[in-house]
């Protein structure tokens, strides 16, 4: 089982920077996949970034040039610097685990941490 623990939202006016972190734990062989979801009110939760245990990365099209996604493997930890912030990213970003391996190497259920609230002031 993989849990999924996130750090670093909050509060921050338009233009400014936030960086999210979100820290695997638990008993597993490895995570292919970590990337960030977020679900603002009345809408769908949809993809922010993701990364690769590779380093292959993948960008929404609206965050792209300002958000930087990056992992350390050493520490199973995933972080998201987010620069240029606006109000419509404001929502609650979530941490996902796919292409997980348990400690047999077979494959399981993806993860998903509990959620961290950005807020964005205009």
């Known amino acids: 089982q993989v849990q999924l623990v996130e750090d670093g939202g909050g509060l921050v006016q338009a233009g400014g920077s936030l960086r999210l972190s979100c820290a695997a734990s638990g008993r597993f062989f490895s995570i292919n996949v970590l990337g960030w979801r977020r679900q603002a009110p009345g809408k769908q939760r949809e993809l922010v970034a993701s990364?690769?245990?590779?380093?292959?990365?993948n960008y929404a099209d609206s965050v792209k040039g300002r958000f930087t996604i990056s992992r350390d493997n050493a520490k199973n930890t995933v972080y998201l610097q987010m620069n240029s912030l606006n109000a419509e990213d404001t929502a609650v970003y979530y941490c996902n685990a796919e292409g997980v391996r348990d400690v047999w190497r077979r494959y399981t259920n993806a993860a998903w941490g509990q959620g961290t609230q950005v807020t964005v002031s205009s």
């Open positions: 990364i690769t245990s590779s380093g292959s990365t």
